[in-house]
Structures are given as structure tokens and as C-alpha cells.
T-cell receptor, first 116, second 111 residues
């Protein structure tokens, strides 16, 4: 059982370059999320998707776009990378449970992105 | 959205019980309290979740007072491998899981 898989694990970009971070989950979860984590800090939500075909902004969406390709996959795109986007990016997923019950988040192991 | 406050860091010794308290004064009626553990170079991992009173599993216990404005994660007899960052989250499913991770509590367990 792979859980949440993120690719690539590491990436170095130059300012202005673009790239897409890939995330896939095999747990049949409804919701998927992208977080970033800066050194010594907690995780901040960039975007999330409550279901296939829907996406919503989180705390720090500027400079990013997302695509919920299907139920399994949720990608994060940086159109024009900036040094301020140097961070570790985590993808997560969760399953919607009946009212009154909440699924915990399942995280991937992150993509470490450096923008020079 | 309920914001949480936790100690920045804690030290302990192997074999001791560790209690980490989280304050969440603005918790909403339908919010759950969830704790995660994060090791270096890994994503956070779910530990325990509760709504009220006490919850216990094989890893930890979660104590929640009646007013739900705080919660305490209790780790019994910690070992070196429990050295990690622990996050307290408060949130509910609202058509999208908008939760706020604080900076967490860095627990360092010494031999």
C-alpha cells in the first residue's frame, strides 16, 4: 500500500522557471491538499480539493495553481518560480466520513524545492 | 477557524511520561482536535483524534476538558524514537478541510 506518493523528491529551479509537483493517492480518498513547510515552521495550506473537479484556495495560494486531474491525482504548478517558494511541499489526502466523524490527513514524504 | 497555541519545545528523558498541552480558545462546536507527529524529512503522521473527554490508543492518550478550550497529548514512557515535532490541529470538515498547523512542539527525548 503506497499511500500518498509525491514526485519528484528533490528539485532545483532557477528563478522564473516553471514546474509541476505531482501527487497521487491510492486510498480512494475524496479530499487532497497541498502544504508548504518552511524551516522551523509549521505547514501552511496552499490549495485543497474537496472532490474531483473542485479546488479551493488555502492560506498561501499566490504563485501557485493546482489541478485535480482525477480522484487519485492532485498536481501543484509553479508558473514562474521565485526564491520565496523555496520550501518543502507536502501533499495530503483524507476521506469524507459521515457527519460527526472526520478522517485524519495522510501525508506524502514531501518534495524539497530550491529556487535559486 | 480555531487557532492553536502550543509550547515551542520540550525536553524529556527516556521512560518518562510527556504531556503536551494545546490551547484552542475559539474551538467551534463541530471541531475535532487532532494531533500529528513529524520526524525529520518525513510528512506528518496522525497520532490521535478526539472530540471530548478522553481518547486512548496504542500510541497516546488525549485529554479534553469539558469546555474544550484546551487539550493535552500524553505520551507514556517515551523513548529516543519519540523525538519529533508534535502538532495540534483543530478543524472540521466543511466541504474542504481548512486547518491551521501551528509551529508545533519540538520534543527532544534524551537518554
Amino acid at each position: 500500500n503506497a499511500g500518498v506518493t509525491q514526485t519528484p523528491k528533490f528539485q532545483v529551479l532557477k528563478t522564473g522557471q516553471s514546474m509541476t509537483l505531482q501527487c497521487a493517492q491510492d486510498m480512494n480518498h475524496n479530499s487532497m491538499y497541498w502544504y508548504r513547510q518552511d524551516p522551523g515552521m509549521g505547514l501552511r495550506l496552499i490549495y485543497y480539493s474537496a472532490s474531483e473537479g473542485t479546488t479551493d484556495k488555502g492560506e498561501v495560494p499566490n504563485g501557485y495553481n493546482v489541478s485535480r486531474l482525477n480522484k487519485r491525482e492532485f498536481s501543484l504548478r509553479l508558473e514562474s518560480a521565485a526564491p520565496s517558494q523555496t520550501s518543502v511541499y507536502f501533499c495530503a489526502s483524507s476521506i469524507r466520513v459521515a457527519t460527526g466523524s472526520e478522517s485524519p490527513l495522510h501525508f506524502g514524504n514531501g518534495t524539497r524545492l530550491t529556487v535559486t | 477557524l480555531a487557532k492553536t497555541t502550543q509550547p515551542i519545545s520540550m525536553d524529556s528523558y527516556e521512560g518518562q511520561e510527556v504531556n503536551i498541552t494545546c490551547s484552542h480558545n475559539n474551538i467551534a462546536t463541530n471541531d475535532y482536535i487532532t494531533w500529528y507527529q513529524q520526524f525529520p524529512s518525513q510528512g506528518p503522521r496522525f497520532i490521535i483524534q478526539g472530540y471530548k473527554t478522553k481518547v486512548t490508543n496504542e500510541v497516546a492518550s488525549l485529554f479534553i476538558p469539558a469546555d474544550r478550550k484546551s487539550s493535552t497529548l500524553s505520551l507514556p514512557r517515551v523513548s529516543l524514537s519519540d523525538t519529533a515535532v508534535y502538532y495540534c490541529l483543530v478543524g472540521a470538515y466543511t466541504g474542504g478541510f481548512k486547518t491551521i498547523f501551528g509551529a508545533g512542539t519540538r520534543l527532544f527525548v534524551k537518554a
